[in-house]
């Protein structure tokens, strides 16, 4: 099962996406701004980014800037769902690495077959435990949305 994290501060979208992911055989991490999205890739094997441009605690850009820049995550496709980008800007987000630019909400027939084509990493990592005083941490990047409630 491929692993992907969706980082958006808008829980309308995540729930959509989340959903969409789970129903087609993904688990989703869930991460409302930057500096959750970056403890996210350094906890858990991802295999691709769902990735907003406008968060708190930095923008997108960071993000992929970040990501990029590392050799353990340097791999890790990146594609920005996001709700305005700029004909112009979506040049310069596929040089910075993005794989594709989704507008929202998105295609989600094609961003399922854009994630088929990533390979899985979850397979190649074993999945570090955390000591017990990060959980709380954990649960807020967690697995589902089931905290978002019904």
């Not at 700029?86 to 630019?101: C, K, Q, S, T």
């Not at 967690?142 to 409630?149: I, P």
């Amino acid at each position: 099962m491929k692993n992907i994290l969706i980082v958006d501060d808008d829980k309308l979208i995540i729930r959509l996406l989340s959903t969409e992911l789970r129903k087609a055989g993904y688990a989703t991490f869930v991460s409302f701004d930057v500096v959750q999205a970056v403890t996210a890739i350094r906890r858990h094997p991802i295999d691709a980014v769902l990735l907003d441009m406008r968060m708190p605690g930095g923008s997108g850009e960071d993000v992929i800037r970040r990501l990029k820049l590392s050799k353990r995550t340097g791999q890790i496709p990146i594609f920005v769902v996001t709700g305005s980008v700029p004909d112009a800007n979506r040049v310069d987000l596929i040089a910075m690495g993005a794989e594709e630019v989704f507008f929202k909400p998105p295609d989600m027939k094609l961003l399922l077959a854009k994630l088929a084509e990533v390979p899985s990493r979850s397979d190649m990592q074993d999945e570090a435990t955390e000591p017990a005083e990060y959980q709380d941490r954990l649960a807020v990047i967690g697995q589902s949305t089931e905290y978002f409630g019904a």
